[in-house]
């Protein structure tokens, strides 16, 4: 996925103001003709579609693993399975042939915690330019300011 925000900003500027042609900046800069055209459509580099995973050997544990996920969120911090924990559980206790990244890939996927969060605010962050960013982030550190008071 081509995430370049500067040149992609330069490239839309020079073909929709300029007049440049796009079979022009397609030799100039190397970039394919689908990407130009995908620059013209969109005014920012758009975040990659989240492929949906399909768990067929996980299929028939997907229930424990919610529930246990689910008991984690009232267990106090030390008291809480790790994805390894659960993975083991699921081994030993029901019988799942499948591999420890799998169970990790779907417990991420349900698991609401902060770090998911922050995942995604910089993968946001990412598409933006940088004074649109630290605008952002000036915004978000104000508002959760007046929460905390």
């Given at each position: 996925m081509y995430r370049d925000v500067v040149q992609w900003s330069k490239i839309r500027n020079r073909i929709l103001v300029k007049g440049i042609s796009r079979?022009?900046?397609?030799?100039?800069?190397?970039?394919?003709?689908?990407?130009?055209s995908k620059m013209?459509?969109?005014?920012?580099?758009?975040?990659?579609?989240?492929?949906?995973?399909?768990?067929s050997k996980l299929g028939p544990h997907t229930a424990s693993i919610q529930r246990?996920?689910?008991e984690n969120v009232i267990l106090p911090p030390r008291a809480k399975l790790?994805?390894?924990?659960?993975?083991q559980r699921l081994r030993d206790d029901e019988g799942f042939s499948g591999g420890y990244n799998?169970?990790?890939?779907?417990?991420?996927?349900m698991s609401r915690d902060e770090d998911c969060i922050w995942e995604n605010v910089y993968d946001v962050l990412m598409t933006l330019d940088k004074k649109r960013a630290i605008d952002?982030?000036?915004l978000a550190g104000s508002s959760s300011q007046?929460?905390?008071?």
């Open positions: 079979r022009q900046i397609v030799r100039e800069t190397g970039i394919s003709s689908k990407t130009v013209l459509v969109h005014t920012h580099p758009q975040l990659p579609a989240r492929r949906k995973r399909n768990y246990m996920l689910q790790s994805v390894r924990a659960i993975y799998t169970v990790a890939d779907y417990a991420r996927s952002f982030l000036s007046r929460i905390i008071e």
